[in-house]
C-alpha cells in the first residue's frame, strides 16, 4: 500500500506483524505532526503518472478533496512551469535534490508563493519516481520583498560579517556606492573590508564596534570616511547588529552602508558658516569694546585736560596744555581712522594688518594716557628698539596697550609709587610684547581660570567691569598671537603676548 508518498505492507501480505506495527505508529505520528507543520507531502509515480498529496497540499492549491491530482493540471497552477519542468528534470537525470521558489494562482484565483523540495527514487539506473514538500511561504516572500524595497528605497547596501573568520559579504548596493564591481568585491577584499576605512576615523569606529562587542549597545553605528574605488574618500554611515554569539563572543553580524557625503559636506559648510557668525559676533563685539574703551581713554584724557586749562593761569602752561589737547585730538583721528579701516576689512572677511612701529605706538598710547599717568604718579619705562617694524592690526595694538597699561593704574599698590615697564623685542621669528607692573597682583591659583572672562573682576574696585582683559585676550586671538601671564599677588603682574 502506498500513502503520502511511502510504501507500506498490509497485514494480509506481511510475514512480520511487529513491521507492520512500527510502520503503523510512524504513519499515525506523520499524521498528526505534517498538518501542524503545514507541510504539503507528495509523490509521482513516473510508470503510472499517479500523483498522491496530503491534506495540506490540497489546502494550499485550494482545491476540492474530490480534485483528482493530474501532473499536468497541478503544472498549470504555475506561473513559470519552464522553470520548474527544467527543476523537476535535472533531478531525474541527475538523482540530486533542489530546491525552488514559485508563485502559483490556485483553483480560487490567489496567488500565492510556495517552496517545492524535489527529489527522486531511481532503481537499477532508472527514475522509477519523484517526491518531495510542498509549503506556503507567501508571509515570508513578502516580508522579504518588503525588506527589498525598503532598501532598495532607502538606497543603503546591505553586508554580512563572519567575525570570526573575517570573512565578509555585500549586495550589489554596498559594492554600488563605493564604486567597486560586485563580484570583485566580495571575499578577499572584503576579508580586510577595514582597510577601506580612512585612518582617522579608525579610533572612532573600532570604538563603537567595541561597545557594541561588549553588549553595552545593542546596535552598531559610525559614521566613517571609506575609500572609493576612485581614490576619494565618501563619508558612510555604517550601522549593524550581531546576530550571533558564542556565549559572549561576538560570531556574526548583519548590517548596512548608506552613502552620507552630501550630508557630511552640508554639515561641514553649515559649521563653516556658523563659524563665519561666530567670528564676525566676536569682532562686532570686538569693535564695540575698542570704541567704548579707547575713544573713552582719548575722551577722558581730553576732558581732564580742559578741566586743568580752566583753572590755569599761567600763558606758557596753557600754551603747553594746548599743545597736549592738540596732540590728544590727532590721536584720536588716528584712532578713528583705524577703527574705520578695522570696519572695512572685516567686511571682507580679512583681517586688517598694516606695518606699525611699537615704540611709537607705546608713546602715544602713554601720551594718550598722560594725565592718568600723572595723577597716579607712575613711572613708566619703555624699552623698544625705534627700528623695529611689524605686521599687526594698529586699533587691536593701541586697544591691548590702552587696557593692559590702564589696568596696571587701576589696581595699583597706593602704599608704593607704580611702576610700569613695556617691552616689545625680536623673539625667533615672532614678537614678544610685555607690560609688566609692580601693583596689587592677582592670585592665579584662585583667579586664573577665569582670568579672561568676561565680566570678571578680582579686587573689588567700583569702577572695574571685567571686559579689559577680555577684549584682549580676543583681540590677540584673533591675530593669531597668544598672552601669558605671571602674577603674585601682592609683588605685581606682567603680561607676555606673543606677536606672530
Not at 198 to 218: G, S, T, W
Not at 335 to 346: A, P, Q, R, V
Request: net charge negative.
Amino acid at each position: 500500500m502506498t500513502l503520502f508518498g511511502f510504501n507500506f505492507l498490509s497485514s494480509a501480505n506481511s510475514t512480520d506483524l511487529h513491521l507492520h506495527q512500527k510502520m503503523q505508529t510512524r504513519l499515525e505520528l506523520y499524521q498528526k505532526v505534517t498538518p501542524l507543520a503545514r507541510l504539503g507531502i507528495w509523490e509521482r509515480k513516473l510508470q503510472t503518472g499517479e500523483v498522491f498529496w496530503n491534506e495540506v497540499i490540497r489546502d494550499i492549491y485550494e482545491v476540492s478533496e474530490d480534485f483528482n491530482p493530474v501532473y499536468e493540471i497541478t503544472l498549470s497552477f504555475y506561473q513559470d512551469q519552464r522553470q520548474l519542468t527544467e527543476m523537476i528534470d535535472r533531478v531525474i537525470r541527475t538523482a540530486g535534490p533542489e530546491t525552488g521558489n514559485f508563485l502559483i494562482r490556485t483553483a480560487k484565483g490567489n496567488y500565492k508563493w510556495v517552496k517545492i523540495r524535489v527529489n527522486a527514487c531511481h532503481d537499477q539506473g532508472q527514475c522509477t519516481s519523484t517526491f518531495g514538500t510542498l509549503e506556503d511561504v507567501t508571509d515570508e516572500v513578502n516580508t522579504l520583498r518588503q525588506l527589498d524595497n525598503i532598501i532598495k528605497s532607502t538606497r543603503v547596501g546591505t553586508w554580512e560579517w563572519n567575525i570570526e573568520t573575517g570573512f565578509m559579504t555585500c549586495n550589489k548596493r554596498a559594492a554600488d556606492i563605493l564604486g567597486y564591481d560586485h563580484e570583485a568585491i566580495q571575499g578577499e577584499m572584503l576579508q580586510n573590508w577595514q582597510r577601506l576605512l580612512h585612518p582617522r576615523d579608525m579610533d572612532v569606529f573600532n570604538a563603537q564596534l567595541q561597545i557594541c562587542f561588549n553588549r553595552e549597545k545593542k546596535y552598531f553605528a559610525a559614521e566613517c570616511r571609506m575609500r572609493h574605488d576612485s581614490g576619494k574618500w565618501l563619508w558612510i554611515e555604517i550601522r549593524g547588529k550581531v546576530v550571533q554569539w558564542n556565549g559572549n563572543t561576538p560570531v556574526y553580524m548583519l548590517g548596512t552602508f548608506a552613502n552620507i557625503h552630501e550630508r557630511k559636506i552640508l554639515e561641514e559648510e553649515r559649521e563653516q558658516t556658523l563659524g563665519i557668525i561666530r567670528e564676525q559676533n566676536n569682532r562686532l563685539m570686538n569693535f564695540a569694546h575698542i570704541v567704548s574703551h579707547n575713544l573713552r581713554s582719548h575722551t577722558g584724557n581730553i576732558q581732564m585736560l580742559l578741566e586743568v586749562l580752566d583753572f590755569e593761569k599761567d600763558e606758557a602752561e596753557k600754551e603747553k596744555l594746548l599743545g597736549m589737547l592738540h596732540t590728544n585730538a590727532t590721536n584720536l583721528q588716528e584712532t578713528l581712522s583705524h577703527l574705520n579701516d578695522t570696519i572695512k576689512i572685516s567686511d571682507t572677511g580679512a583681517r586688517y594688518v598694516k606695518i606699525i612701529n611699537p615704540h611709537s605706538e607705546i608713546r602715544k598710547v602713554t601720551t594718550v594716557l598722560s594725565q592718568s599717568i600723572h595723577s597716579s604718579g607712575a613711572e613708566i619705562n619703555i624699552d623698544a628698539d625705534p627700528e623695529l617694524n611689524i605686521n599687526y592690526d594698529p586699533a587691536y595694538f593701541e586697544s591691548i596697550l590702552l587696557n593692559l597699561i590702564s589696568n596696571a593704574i587701576k589696581y595699583r599698590d597706593r602704599s608704593r609709587q607704580l611702576r610700569i615697564r613695556i617691552r616689545c623685542r625680536a623673539s625667533g621669528g615672532s614678537y614678544l610684547l610685555e607690560v609688566e607692573d609692580n601693583g596689587l597682583g592677582i592670585d592665579l591659583e584662585k583667579n586664573g581660570h577665569k582670568l579672561f572672562g568676561m565680566y570678571k573682576t578680582f579686587h573689588g574696585n567700583e569702577d572695574a567691569r571685567g571686559i579689559g582683559l577680555f577684549l584682549v585676550k580676543n583681540q590677540i586671538d584673533a591675530m593669531g598671537g597668544s598672552i601669558h601671564i605671571d602674577s603674585t599677588p601682592g609683588q605685581g603682574t606682567r603680561f607676555k603676548i606673543h606677536i606672530i
